[in-house]
């Protein structure tokens, strides 16, 4: 029998303009268009570097914090949704959720490749001018890590002048985190959790429960585990991984862009930010890798 064959192009290109058709519109006066759904006006006026003379390099700078802070609402937005998901024992929507931020993720940390750009001269060119401004500011970032897991009413204190984003993270402080969801989700399908962990003071950091692992190899051993359920463990896997390797490309950048100094929010610099990478969202789940067999 024979294979059909794929089509040959019909025409060959001849120029490089392309004629706009008719039916194309053209006039948008009193209409909704591209710019206005978008709010591109002040999107795009909202890039305002202070360096005198203005440096060239500050608009990468700015640019690049302003699409990761896009993301990170973006990211916050699908993490809310996610837990939302899973308090209403919905699984699949929930994955899906969760594989929207992963995508997110791998765009934030891709996104360093950008900044690295930015040479160590350049950056010193402007850096001064940025005074005590620091990411460690950042109130999503601070929100997306509150929701994950990593709560601390000590970082409340760096938003007393932006009342809006201290309640916001205030709210998130208190409300439980995507794993306390989850593993309510979890005994609830039947599975032992620990009524400690169920009942317990969500606005305080997660800490090591060893009475979890049970709990976590009978969803990773059993034959017939709820796919659902394996799948959510896997995806806060891979959640948590990604978080790591932007915090390490995070690092590595601020690493070769100013060396040991501090930071301008303060910290001692590149030393700070390493204790970071000792964070963790969801211990157990790496810890029942340990004890994992044949
Ligand atoms: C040349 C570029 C950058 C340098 C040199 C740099 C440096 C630093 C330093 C030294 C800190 C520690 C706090 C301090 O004392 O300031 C920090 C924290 C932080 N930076 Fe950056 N940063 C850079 C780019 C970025 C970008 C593009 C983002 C994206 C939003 C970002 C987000 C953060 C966040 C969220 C923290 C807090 C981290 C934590 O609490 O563990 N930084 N940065
Ligand atoms: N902490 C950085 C400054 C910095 O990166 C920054 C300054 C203003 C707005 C966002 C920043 N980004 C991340 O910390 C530094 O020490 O150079």
């Known amino acids: 029998m024979t294979q059909p064959q794929p089509s040959a192009p019909t025409q060959q290109p001849t120029s490089g303009v392309r004629t706009i058709e008719d039916s194309v519109r053209t006039d948008f006066h009193g209409a909704m268009t591209y ?104 109130y999503q970032y601070r929100a997306v890590e509150f929701i994950l897991g990593n709560k601390h009413r000590g970082m409340l204190k760096v938003f007393s002048s932006e009342p809006e984003a201290q309640a916001l993270l205030e709210g998130l402080l208190e409300e439980p985190t995507v794993y306390d969801e989850f593993l309510r989700a979890v005994a609830r399908a039947g599975y032992g959790v620990p009524e400690d962990i169920l009942t317990r003071d969500v606005s305080e950091p997660w800490t090591f429960h060893d009475d979890l692992l049970p709990v976590f190899r009978r969803i990773y051993e059993e034959e017939g585990t709820p796919w659902g359920l394996y799948e959510s463990c896997e995806a806060l896997v891979d959640v948590e991984d990604n978080f790591q390797f932007w915090r390490f490309r995070h690092l590595r950048t601020v690493q070769r862009t100013i060396g040991f100094k501090r930071g301008t929010g303060g910290s001692s610099g590149v030393d700070f930010l390493k204790r970071a990478l000792d964070l963790t969202f969801f211990p157990e789940l790496y810890a029942v890798r340990t004890e994992i067999g044949a």
């Not at 390099?57 to 899973?86: G, P, V, Y």
């Not at 040479?119 to 460690?136: C, H, I, K, M, V």
Request: charge should be neutral; charged fraction near 25%.
């Open 35 to 138: 710019g206005r759904y978008l709010d591109l006006d002040r999107l795009l006026n909202a890039q305002h570097p202070v360096s005198v003379p203005e440096h060239h390099d500050e608009m990468l700078f700015i640019i690049q914090h302003q699409t990761s802070e896009l993301w990170l609402k973006l990211m916050l937005h699908e993490l809310r949704e996610a837990r939302a998901r899973l308090a209403a024992d919905d699984l699949g929507m929930a994955l899906k959720c969760l594989a929207r931020v992963k995508a997110i993720q791998k765009q934030l940390t891709d996104q360093w490749t950008v900044l690295a750009t930015l040479t160590p001269r350049e950056y010193a060119q402007f850096r001064g001018d940025l005074g005590n401004a620091s990411g460690f500011q950042s």
